[in-house]
């Protein structure tokens, strides 16, 4: 357990970016600060299960409680609020980094406004982090120099597919498993190809890591099983990772093949 805090003294807060689920892509920062915390607030989408080897802090899990309901997020700032004022050191440990829709500007604010000391420590964002672990390069050159990074938590609006699908770059989409097919359907109505590839990254970095890959015109019926958490990646550079697949599985096989000629 943690040492009680000095009466009087002013605790803090920090707002940490955990990454995309493993500690491995922590930052030094986020490691200091998980082992100097009194007190870490943590989601379900942060390394939360490597937490007691990180910290000794008290861990309270703020993304679900007993009957499967989130803690609201005002509830949430003050929790956080009233126990930096309390005197603790306070980490909020979030998924990714705290300002790919992670709420921090709103956390940030709460502090501001308690007169409760603030700072951010940023992480490795899913967008480009996840896409990654599928071997998907979100820029590459001559084939995409631009990405957008869109939220799916509410279907986009015809305007908004329309400037999506003219930008002509890759298109990264979190939260979009519930809105996958309003999406797709407004791509094409916007006049992106059918044959545009796309690719559904679940669980990046976790156990159950698993990629689908089809194009614009197949991938609500090639995704129907995918759930959250997922990361959908839309362009051309879903191609890179196949061909760079292709090449590794190439090299793999030539590896085998000397070692077999090797061996005989
Ligand atoms: N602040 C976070 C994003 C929070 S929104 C960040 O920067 O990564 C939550 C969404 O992030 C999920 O719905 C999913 O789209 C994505 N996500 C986060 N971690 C993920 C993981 N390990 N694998 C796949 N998607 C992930």
């Not at 306070?90 to 700072?119: S, W």
């Not at 599928?134 to 084939?143: L, N, Q, S």
């Not at 614009?216 to 890179?240: D, F, K, M, Y």
Request: hydrophobic share 45%; charged share 20%; net charge negative.
């Amino acid at each position: 357990m943690a040492a009680e805090p000095a009466a009087g003294a002013a605790g803090h807060v920090t707002l940490v970016g955990g990454g995309p689920g493993t500690t491995d892509l922590l930052t030094v920062a986020a490691v200091k600060a998980l082992r100097d915390a009194d007190v870490v607030f943590y989601d379900r989408l942060a390394p939360y299960q490597e937490l007691p080897s990180l910290t000794s802090a008290e861990l309270v899990d703020v993304g679900k409680k007993p009957g499967h309901h989130k803690v609201s997020q005002s509830d949430i700032e003050k929790l956080m609020v009233e126990s930096a004022l309390a005197g603790n050191n306070v980490v909020r440990l979030k998924g990714g980094d705290p300002y790919v829709f992670g709420r921090g500007g709103e956390e940030v604010a709460a502090c501001v406004a308690a007169g409760v000391k603030v700072h951010v420590v940023s992480g490795v964002t899913s967008a480009i982090s996840v896409p990654a672990a599928a071997g998907i390069p979100v820029t590459h050159r001559e084939v995409s120099h631009m990405f957008t990074v869109v939220s799916g938590h509410a279907p986009l609006t015809e305007k908004e597919h329309q400037h999506l699908a003219g930008l002509g770059g890759t298109i990264v989409v979190l939260m979009g498993i519930g809105t996958l097919h309003q999406l797709a359907a407004g791509l094409r109505r916007a006049g992106m190809r059918p044959d545009m590839p796309m690719a559904v990254v679940e669980r990046g970095y976790r156990p159950g890591q698993r990629t689908t890959i089809a194009d614009l015109g197949t991938i609500t019926s090639a995704a129907s099983g995918c759930s959250n958490p997922a990361v959908l990646v839309i362009g051309e550079v879903v191609r890179v990772a196949e061909a760079n697949r292709g090449h590794a599985e190439a090299a793999a096989d030539l590896d085998r093949l000397a070692a077999s000629l090797l061996g005989s």
